[in-house]
């Protein structure tokens, strides 16, 4: 088409202008070298199809000798800087170092200038003088080809000039020209990663494709793997990045046993089967590996994941003279071989593997670790274990998936708290990260509209345990926990045990519905050594981090897949022995037991982290009673954890301690004691924030939390209204006052049956609580008492002191505790309990020794795990 051809173009419509130049281009680019595009357009004075088309695809011209718009992407003499930039080693750090670089520019305000190079074998086999690293290759001569043989220039350009600065590349001969003056190896791409913007980064990396000759190729390989395998979609398949060579091998031991190997010596083929949910199954695998997958590792693969494996080589999906074609002529006695053309089959794999849904990769490799920040963590897990250290440490952007339960039987509040967290995530998060919801019923039309229309994934689940809960409660002693008083609400609890089930993912954070996520989070903010099983943070007591709480939990999906058929006979057989769990009520109870003795055989349960269980930050898990101002700074979670947001508006509202539900009370002195409410008012503008974006739901909360006296109805959505508007300290009480309630003196102090023990043993402690000038007797006994050696033990050496004769008789030998005794004669004779446990405890379960851990003790009589009705 000559030049009179193209200015008709500006007579037609302008998709039509856009399919004919993207069919132009493909036809031309393979007869042109270096991506050096020449696009003339007509200058139109007239009319702006023309320019609206440049402006469309972004691209940057000058006019040349005859007056024509040239299309261009070569820096000019005069943009080369002094100091060009150095990329080095493998496609995926080549590309890394890119977006790093590049992203710095980008913040600095100047132009960026590309290096027009690409290392086509970027092995690092030599060390360096210590003996330990191994040197970077940079770019040279015999090395490299343009960069723009690999990706779109004019895609890339664009993204640089969305974000505010002109961009172009340093033409091939000048970056080797400078390689070779500056004879260095140094390479600090991990370092410009680092310092760059993260979100600028992760658009850099994905405005990186694959130029058109490379597209062809990765076509090629996705119409032969369809034509391979039946049934074909890409939602059906897997990439999996398989880190198993020499060179891997001789890296993993200058990483000093670094996590680079399978995870616990399972086979691969196994860990592949544990990261695939059963009823999302996948039918293929794109294989990328060191090496030809083995017949015996197809096999496997087959027998063990039910895959079928097709590796680019083994099966023909691409042959090397098909793939030379990037690289341009390649000579007889210069075969295209991986040996030597490395990355360039790297290229391939990587932009095949980006077609693919789903992705299982190595954590330590770079181009597992971009697969996974290109997806931000929706389809990704790596078959090694803890975290990727690339993105914990330099390039923060793979977000954790949300997962919700929710059942149709369970009670009316638990739909509107869910639909309140719900809002949470995507007012914090945006639509950057997924929500799960794994759902039970098909009735709530309405709800499940309400859904789909905020992007949450539903999960529709029918529960083949249903049998085991309703055994479990028709034999749970009620008094422990008020979840076996509702069967809904109950199955809600346990339905997160078929997490493994559904979700495609490492990790997943699952949330209780009264939970509100206030700050950001990602991958990184969990560590390098991540947990290997389930992370729970505390419970009740502030002051003590051990793993227990599960309203917010961190779960190792493959973990829990592997472990799935053991956990549910391990709960079947508490049921057909009715057993009780522990460490804790219901489902809380069965993961501590579970885990904490996952390997460990005979292992005495305790509340300390282990091996599968560790401690969740405190930030994560946000109790609305906690005092650290630290804590409720570096928030992200806020969990109601035992009160409701409602029952902390009946506090405020003037409801009397009897109104409240018996576990209720060990938390309302805690919540409403002393002057200072700024902890629990920044919960509640939490709260409000999310609560009051849905109209409809801040009615059903207020409706539902209370039915009887429409002022308090009214007072509870004017109160969420105001509050929501407060974006500093403010005094939620003072608000509640003027609408003229206050706090009931009942709620205000909470003696426990163990604090009654202590004071009476200890009168001067009394005397200086009811002063005020002490908290509680347990705050006396951390400051003065332990130092004294007294004792908080009120279960049992309390009990001791206040009955010398049954002292006497337990030194004795006649009867064997302080406990034994009161079971069985003193609560008959009217003898204070040690602690109210004792109701509801059988013999068999209190330890009696002189040496309880004070731990333990605390968690008893301040409402911990083992506190009636506060788990969940």
Known sequence: MNLKGLSRLSTLPKSKILRIVSVLTLLAFPLLQNFRILVYLHR????????????????????????????????????????????????????????????????????VAIPDAFIFNGVQNEKNKDGQTLKNVVASKENSIPLTSIIDAETLLKMIRHHGVDACFIPHDVVILNEQKRMATTCSWLD????????????????????????????????????????????????????????????????????????????????????????????????VGDAIPSTMLVEAMKKQANLELLHRDKDGLASNDQISKIVGNVSDNDKMSVEKYRDIFAAVDFFVCNRVTSFIGNSVSTFSALQTALRRGRNSSWYNSKSIPLLSDFLHVSVIPIVYTYTEESQAMGKVLLKASIISVRQTFGIDIDINVIYYGKEDSIFLNWLDERNVIIHKHEPQWLWMMEEMVSYANKNKSHLYSNLGN??????????????????????????????????????????????????????????????????????????????????????????????????????????????????????????????????????????????????????????????????????????????????????????????????????????????????????????????????????????????????????????????????????????????????????????????????????????????????????????????????????????????????????MPGCKEWYTTDDSGIDTSETLKLEKLWMLARGGPMMNGLAN
């Open 44 to 111: 139109q004075q007239d009319d702006g199809n023309t320019k609206d088309l440049r402006h469309h695809l972004g691209l940057r011209t000058h006019n040349d000798e005859v007056g024509n718009e040239v299309v261009d992407h070569q820096c000019g003499k005069d943009d080369i800087p002094t100091n060009i930039y150095t990329v080095c080693n493998g496609l995926s750090n080549q590309l890394a170092g890119h977006a790093g670089y590049i992203a710095n520019l980008i913040k600095s305000g100047r132009k």
């Open 192 to 287: 410009q990663l680092r310092r760059s913007d993260d979100e600028i980064e992760l658009h850099l990396l994905s405005a990186m494709k694959p130029s058109i000759s490379l597209s062809g190729i990765v076509e090629l390989v996705i119409s032969n793997i369809q034509d391979k395998s039946s049934d074909f979609s890409l939602s059906e398949g897997v990439c999996l990045h398989h880190r198993d060579g020499p060179d891997w091998h001789k890296h993993c031991t200058l990483w000093n046993g670094n996590n680079c190997m399978n995870a616990e010596n399972i086979a691969v083929e196994d860990l592949v089967k544990y990261r695939m949910p059963a009823l999302y199954p996948k039918k293929w695998m794109y294989y």
């Open 490 to 831: 109950y199955i809600g609890t346990w339905q997160r045990i078929d997490i493994p089930l559904f979700i495609n993912a490492e990790y997943v954070l699952f949330l209780d519905s009264d939970t509100i996520v206030r700050n950001k989070f990602d991958l990184s903010t969990f560590g390098n050594d991540i947990t290997p099983g389930i992370a729970l943070s505390k419970e009740g007591q502030e002051d003590m981090e051990v793993p227990v709480n599960a309203g917010v939990a961190l779960l190792n999906v493959p973990k829990l897949r592997e472990t799935y058929s053991d956990f549910l006979e391990f709960i079947q057989d508490h049921v057909e022995n009715k057993r009780d769990f522990v460490l804790g009520p219901s489902d809380q109870g069965a993961y501590l037991d579970f885990y904490h003795g996952y390997k460990n055989p005979g292992v005495r349960l305790g509340y300390a982290a282990s091996t599968y269980v560790r401690y969740l930050d405190a930030s994560f898990n946000v109790k609305p009673y906690y005092k650290n101002e630290e804590t409720f700074t570096k928030r992200k979670i806020v969990h109601f954890h035992g009160l409701k947001p409602h029952d902390i508006l009946k506090g405020f509202m003037g409801y009397k301690r009897d109104e409240f539900a018996i576990a209720l009370h060990p938390l309302l002195s805690s919540i409403f004691g002393g002057n200072d409410h700024h902890s629990l008012c920044l919960t509640l503008n939490d709260f409000s924030v999310s609560v009051v974006e849905d109209e409809d739901n801040l009615d059903q909360f207020c409706n539902i939390g209370f039915p009887s006296v429409k002022k308090e109805e009214m007072a509870c959505k004017s109160f969420l209204q105001h509050l929501s508007k407060k974006e500093f300290l403010y005094d939620c009480e003072d608000m509640m006052i003027n609408f003229g309630y206050s706090i009931d003196s009942s709620l205000i102090r909470d003696v426990t049956e163990c604090e009654k023990v202590y004071l009476k043993l200890h009168p001067d402690v009394g005397t200086a609580v009811k002063d005020g000038r002490i908290q509680s007797d347990f705050q006396h006994w951390m400051d003065h008492s332990k130092k004294e050696g007294m004792t908080p033990d009120c279960c049992e050496k309390g009990y001791l002191k206040l009955n010398p004769d049954v002292r006497k008789a337990v030194r004795m030998g006649k009867i064997q505790s302080g406990f034994r005794h009161w079971k069985k004669k003193g609560k008959k004779e009217g003898r």
